[in-house]
């Protein structure tokens, strides 16, 4: 199968599906990771454009990990609308991806870049397979089935499939070490180091499915149902 | 009554709430069809201007089966936002209406341009009745009433009211087929017949009120509440 | 696997999962019916033992269509309640049938039976496992899994797992044609036919997921979560 | 039409529907009020055989004033429970009203009586027109629709149909005062006089729709969908 | 402590939580008032600049009663739309007001500057603290609580805090009569005075909490959860 | 303040209140903790008299570290049902407590004695006040304030309110120890050892509010609110 994990922040898809990425790519999927901004405030000493330059470094390295092709969209962090031009730019990622199931930010989560990029990610599902839309990427042959990922704090998300990723645990471990620069940061604004905010949640969700780490999803219900749970590995 | 029946591409209401409009036009009311995307990328074998020309002539001939008014607003599919000179339009239009209801695609539904397009239109309420808010046609009096039409495939709908359609279900039809240029396009990006398209779900609304087909809405709750279902035929 | 499924009265589990176990069936599941009335007021014309003996051999023909077995657990029609001989008595059935998933009607339906049948077999989904509740049947050794059917009439219920059964759609079919004393009986309390009964949820529901015939489940969210919709065929 | 209201105590359905059966009792409808408790509790002063004989008297009382029949059904007030012989009591007397709707207490309204009066009214349902379930009244020959009060305090309720009482509200007001026993215990209870109690929540929702005082409800989503709020006055 | 309330228009925050701001107010708390439009519509007989300025001279006067801060954002009126702009300027605005916490409209309020007013605030809670996202006030040094406030017509709201507003009801009452240009419009639009407008709904969330007014709020359910009810005076 | 407790079985409030019981102790609260069940089921070797005199001393052990008074109420374990006797048991347990606030299990929890529990406890917040309802202790003279506990597992629980319990993480722990036969019980039934069933929640709820542990509730949203979240420590 083809995976697309769609994050809006460099670090996002390796904190709220990387144990999961890594379970489809011993399976032997094909796995394209799209950051929607550059993460260009996530400094309290660099310069944004000096902190651009490593988080996209941080990306990169963390996908080699495990094999994962990286779309790096360059739009300004904190500063991601939904306009005409940005559809089409995730419109043409996506179709790049061309993936069989995509992991989103959930539409509620706790930054408005998330939410606003899981929105966009999802006004996409449908308008990747109209030829009429014409981007450098030829438009996909079937509608992508959607995964909703959990929100940073589990907070206001019921979760509808869980993966366990015991045995990815620490590989997505030091996929997120890659972002090294984020943990200072993470430190300065949540007050929280980086192996807390991986341990917390996936044993949480963890404990609900007897294992002992786990990522929780849930799919979107939304018209057509192209997929399902039986796709996550 | 005067009733308006927002749908973001053209064959949307038909498909939506066809069958209830056809009764309102049966008991006398003046119905509009306003309808916000040009449906320009709806084909794979046409131009975009080639398909929207073919739609736009579509949807007129669907209206004067039941005698409606059509506004044709022309956005480009797959493109509707939600921007000051979209709202504009769409206070002018309805206020050209001038409706004590309105039916509206739902803000949860499938496609991007429903969601959107059913926002502005819940957007415009308040404002279509102020006066300093200036556009061609005059401010309306009241507030009109908003109904929100069912999901395409009743995913993630909750009805409060449904309408029996079983009287108006072949006129609806015809309806329908006047959008002959969607049929190939529905089986290209659906798999789907106009015909199921047409009475699958109707079939199964009209189950849960026990008639042969029938619509289904849902008032928004919103203040002020300006009507009700006792409103619908 | 081995696959519960309960419904309150004989032909619910056939119209609400019946193309479902067939492709349990099908994939060599071992599959049990247990039904929690004897339907003893589901006629217009005999009399409640009458009714609840030809229910009794019609829900055999039918289970035995798919090779299952079937738990008559013969509780009077429409007076199903929760009490400590009620739960004991489905402690004791779902040992017997010792399952890995359960289907059962969701605690919203429409039918307080169904209702209340859906909450019994909820609360016995840990007390199974417990040694010290002592019945006919041993403990069983983990917690079975459980997912709510979808409700009549679909009112109320938002899938997160669909089954195409469009395959096992003509056998299903048989299987509620064994319940011929119910046609008239449908006809008479909700002027519905069985073949429309049969027809019209399913084709909604396999509307969704782009199918001819499909039913729809949702996994109970509760701890501990011991199973998915991967289980399903 | 016939209406039936259900309350859990004497002065429920005066609070909860009282100017909309009164509506219902000016453009000719047959009203009947159930009252499934004797309020043998409500006093500070009084024995429960004392208080209760007050309060039937003040019921019957309040129901002049509508031309209401009343049904006295006699549980111990603060102990409703949902046994057989409860659901058959109120089949019995449901048949006995054999009304086109029923207003029934929200079965999460702030009483335990309040909750389990509405969900035993709602598995009555169906069973009202069941031949094979005999009582003293004969089995009705449609499934009445449900309609839910608002809560006390409108805690958790979101309404979907209103009805503008200003007309009946002096009228709604000198049924109350019927039950001037409870006039004391409201005060000793809940802090707050009949008047207050009377005019708050009306008051409010009448404010949603641009009324004086109007009553909110909810309609029951549950097949088979049997009414709507056209049949409301 | 810093209570920051952010009102699409002028008279918002008084009508939603003007009674909580003047309690805050009384234990020593500083207050700042932040209008997103400057109601340039809310008129139906001078020109758009006279209302505005007239407003702007009102909202002074009440902010004046309480001693709080008044920022005066100035964007039109029923225009408000969430673009890099506006989420700016409002950045900015949160940081001059440095709150720790905040008061925001709900983002299913009634009008579509409430809801978008509401939704850019709470895009704004992380984006304060981030220094590289630079404005003329510096970054806050952590992230503000915040607080919905009731919805207008207390339709689709529910509350998780309550504040008693009777001792400060009066010199709520005293602030918005300060918006004396709205009298007449609310009066032509919604038909309803000033008074009721202000006793209705504080009466009934009054009701729900046993004293003779208030106000009522939601926590926003969040990550990082900032704060919480008990902050509230 | 008066604090009650009130767990299924023994341990519950140790596990989902534990850490806030010991801050509301160090405040100076009274404390007492109600068990409905006695855990007669919980062990894989002792018989049910054994293990529930083994549990009632533990309970015991427990209670007695925070100063807590216990009340033991004996029912059987799983078999918790909603009658007259154990309503009435109910009522007289809390009176004899008169808690100004109640913790109890949530009517969603996993395990059925966990919601039948929370269902009586809410069912009688009413009643515990009403004089004629004659029990061994005297009615309340006020209704006590309910927080729902999280669920097991953290499943569908959106909590709002939080506390920190860092502080008393180690005498929770202590208390939980106390609870010794439930260890192998624990790892029989869920394979989750005690330390892990204390850590893994408190470690993600503290991790929503930025602190190392934290317990989570939801106030009752119930006429008439009589409390809040203020009155946690």
């Known amino acids: 199968m083809r995976v ?17 990425l890594a379970k489809c790519a011993a399976r032997g999927d094909r796995i394209t990771i799209m950051i929607a901004t550059n993460g260009n405030v996530g400094s ?16 990169e390295d963390a ?9 790096w969209m360059g739009f ?6 939904h306009d005409r031009q940005t559809r089409l730019a995730f419109i043409n990622a996506i179709r790049k991806a061309d993936p069989d199931f995509m992991f989103v930010t959930s539409p509620n989560d706790y930054h ?11 006004d996409c599902r449908i308008p990747v397979t109209v030829p009429l839309i014409e981007t450098e ?28 990723i015991t045995d990815t645990y620490e590989l997505r471990g030091r996929m997120l070490q890659c972002h090294e620069s984020q943990g200072a940061w ?3 604004v949540y007050g929280m ?25 849930r799919s979107l219900p939304m018209y057509p149902i192209s997929g399902g749970s039986y796709m996550l590995p």
């Not at 300004?76 to 609308?81: G, M, R, S, V």
């Not at 996936?202 to 929780?216: D, H, L, Q």
């Open 4 to 20: 697309l994990a769609i994050g809006a922040h460099p670090d996002d898809v390796e904190a709220l599906c990387g144990g999961t």
């Open 44 to 59: 309290s000493t660099l310069s944004r454009e000096e902190i651009a330059a490593v988080r996209k470094k941080e990306a």
């Open 63 to 71: 996908a080699a990990l495990i094999g994962a092709d990286l779309i």
């Open 76 to 81: 300004d962090d904190e500063f991601l609308f």
């Open 112 to 122: 408005p870049d998330h939410r606003i990029c899981g929105e966009i990610a999802i």
């Open 137 to 164: 990427y030829p438009p996909m042959s079937k509608i992508p089935h959607v995964f909703l990922m959990d929100t940073v704090g589990s907070v206001g998300f019921e979760p509808d499939a869980y993966v366990d």
């Open 186 to 188: 993470l430190q300065y």
């Open 193 to 217: 180091d980086y192996a807390e905010f991986l341990a917390r949640p996936t044993a949480m969700r963890g404990m609900a499915i007897g294992v002992k780490y786990a990522e929780a999803f």
